[in-house]
C-alpha cells in the first residue's frame, strides 16, 4: 500500500469508532454468507456518504434492478430517491455478459464512476463479476491493475461484495488484494439471532475490536463496546430530568424512552426480575434500573433497596449522583436495608435487619413506617444474591411476601439476579410479571426479554454525551 495514502470516514454509524475508515481510492472486501447483510452494508456506505459528507456514489448490480433496490432503500428508510434526484448517487444494473466477459462490465463501471464524478463505489457483487471471466488469472490481473490503479488514481474508495466467507476459498484473491477485508455474519446467541462483524484485515491501521456486533435498523449500525458515562461526567438532576419520560396512570417509566417504547412502561403492582450477567459492572446493569428509579424521586418517591452482593452502600449513592440524585435526596429518599456489621461508611438512611426470628414481618414493618413518613408505597429494589446469603430459605419466603406487598399496594419490585444459579432463576421465574436479561457479546451490553419474549437489544450510551440515559437499539 502507498504509505502516503490516507484514511477516509465511511461515515457508516458506528464503525469509524472502531476503525479509521478505508484507505482513499483502496479496496474493501466485504464477505457474507446470503442473509449476513452485505448488501445493506454496500447500501449504507454509499447512502451515509452522500447524506454525510456530500460524496458522490456508485451501487453497480449485477443482480438488482434499480425498482428493487429502491424497495429495498425504503423498507430500511434510506431515502436514495432523494439522493439520485440530487444527482450524488447512481445505481447501475450489469447485464449478465456471456460472451464479452467481466471485463466489458468493469470497463462500463469505470466510465461511470468517471462521469460521475464518484468517490464511493460498491460492485455487488464481485463474485458474480469474477465468475464471467473465462480464466480466472484474467480477473486477478484486471483486480490488481485496473481496477486498484484506476479507482486509486481517481480516488474512489471501493466496496466489493463477496459471496461466502472471506479466506475460505481455494480460487480466492481478492483478499490479498484488498486493503480491508470485513467479514458479515448472523447467528444464535441467547436463543436469538445475533450480528457480527468481523475485521480479517485492514492496512495501516491498528485494530483494537476486530469483532463487534451490529444491527440492519435503518441500514447498517455498529455497535462498538458499550462506554458508559464516568461519575466525573455526572449531570446535574436537571439535565438528566428532561430526558426522563413521564409515568402514565397506572404505570411506572422505566426512565428509559426507548425502552417504554420497545416493552412498555411497568404496571403497578408488577414485580420485574433482572437478570444479570456476573461479568457486568454495577455501573451496566444499574443503566437498566437507576432511570426508573431517578424519575420516582423526580415525583417526590422513594426507593426501598437491599444492595446486590458486593455493591456498598457508597456505590450506591454514585450510581445515584450519576443519575442527578444529589446527596439531600439520595439520603432522604433511598433507604437501604443490611444486615448488622454491613462493611463500609453508616449513613442516616441505612437500616440493619437482623436476619434472624419473623424477618419478613420486620422488613415489612419497616416499609408500613417508611410509607406513612413519605406517603406512598416505594419502589423496591432488591439484590436476590444478598437476601439469599443472609436470610437463607426465608429470603425466598421474603421475596414472595414482597411480591404479595407490591401488588397489594401498587407500587414496583425490581429483583436483581446475579448469579449463574439456574435452579435459582427457574424458582424466581414464577415470581415476575417482567423477565429481562442482561449480557454481553464482544463488548457490547445486550439486552432482552424473557417474559415476554423478545429479540435482543444493544444498550448504548446517548450519542449527545449529554446525560446517562442509554439508547435501547433493536439487533434486527
Known amino acids: 500500500m502507498n504509505k502516503s495514502r490516507f484514511f477516509v470516514k465511511t461515515h457508516i454509524p458506528g464503525l469509524d469508532e472502531i476503525i479509521p475508515g478505508f484507505p482513499e481510492g483502496g479496496l474493501a472486501l466485504v464477505s457474507g454468507l446470503p442473509g449476513s447483510g452485505k448488501t445493506i452494508f454496500g447500501m449504507s456506505y454509499i447512502y451515509y456518504g452522500a447524506v454525510e459528507a456530500q460524496e458522490s456514489g456508485l451501487y453497480a448490480s449485477m443482480f438488482e434492478s434499480q425498482e428493487k433496490f429502491l424497495h429495498l432503500s425504503r423498507s430500511l428508510g434510506l431515502d436514495f430517491e432523494g439522493l439520485m434526484k440530487e444527482g450524488l448517487v447512481e445505481h447501475l444494473q450489469l447485464p449478465l455478459f456471456l460472451e464479452a466477459g467481466g471485463a466489458s462490465a468493469v470497463n462500463m463501471i469505470i466510465e461511470k464512476v468517471k462521469s460521475l464524478g464518484a468517490k464511493r463505489l460498491v460492485i455487488d457483487s464481485f463474485t458474480a463479476v469474477k465468475q464471467a471471466f473465462k480464466d480466472p488469472n484474467e480477473a486477478r490481473v484486471l483486480l490488481q491493475t485496473i481496477i486498484s490503479r484506476v479507482l486509486e488514481h481517481l480516488k474512489c474508495t471501493t466496496v466489493l461484495i463477496k459471496e461466502g466467507e472471506p479466506f475460505t476459498s481455494g480460487q480466492s484473491f481478492e483478499e490479498y488484494v484488498a486493503d480491508a477485508v470485513i467479514g458479515l455474519e448472523k447467528s444464535i446467541f441467547e436463543n436469538r439471532h445475533i450480528r457480527i462483524l468481523r475485521i480479517e484485515k485492514l492496512r495501516g491501521a491498528e485494530l ?42 397506572g404505570r411506572y417509566t422505566t426512565g428509559i424512552p426507548d425502552l417504554d417504547l420497545e416493552f412498555g412502561e411497568y404496571p403497578e403492582g408488577s414485580t420485574i ?22 424519575s420516582h424521586v423526580s415525583k417526590g418517591g422513594y426507593l426501598t433497596i437491599i444492595p446486590s452482593g458486593g455493591v456498598t452502600i457508597k456505590d450506591v449513592e454514585n450510581v445515584c449522583t450519576l443519575y442527578g440524585i444529589n446527596r439531600k435526596e439520595f439520603l432522604e429518599r433511598m433507604y437501604l436495608l443490611v444486615e448488622p456489621g454491613f462493611i463500609g461508611e ?37 439484590g436476590v444474591d444478598r437476601v439469599i446469603r443472609e436470610f437463607g430459605e426465608k429470603g425466598i419466603e421474603l421475596l414472595f411476601m414482597a411480591k404479595e406487598y407490591v401488588r397489594s399496594f401498587g407500587n414496583l419490585m425490581i429483583l436483581i439476579l446475579r448469579t449463574p444459579d439456574e435452579r435459582l432463576v427457574r424458582t424466581l421465574a414464577p415470581l415476575a410479571d417482567i423477565h429481562l436479561k ?11 426479554g424473557v417474559k415476554p419474549e423478545t429479540p435482543l437489544y444493544a444498550v448504548q450510551p446517548d450519542p449527545s454525551g449529554r446525560t446517562p440515559i442509554p439508547n435501547i437499539i433493536p439487533i434486527v
Open 346 to 382: 453508616k449513613t442516616p438512611n441505612m437500616i440493619e435487619v437482623e436476619p434472624s426470628g419473623d424477618v419478613v414481618k420486620k422488613v415489612m414493618d419497616i416499609v408500613r413506617r417508611l410509607s406513612e413518613k413519605l406517603g406512598g408505597p416505594p419502589i423496591w429494589v432488591i
Open 273 to 294: 426480575l433482572l437478570e444479570v450477567d456476573p461479568r457486568l459492572s454495577l455501573r451496566e446493569y444499574a443503566t437498566l434500573v437507576a432511570p426508573a428509579a431517578a
Open 208 to 249: 483494537r475490536d476486530p469483532e463487534v456486533c451490529f444491527t440492519i435498523q435503518k441500514g447498517v449500525r455498529v455497535l462498538p463496546p458499550t462506554e458508559l458515562m464516568t461519575l466525573a461526567e455526572a449531570p446535574s438532576f436537571d439535565q438528566v430530568r428532561w430526558t426522563l419520560p413521564p409515568s402514565p396512570p
Open 438 to 448: 442482561m449480557t454481553r457479546k464482544h463488548g457490547c451490553v445486550l439486552l432482552c
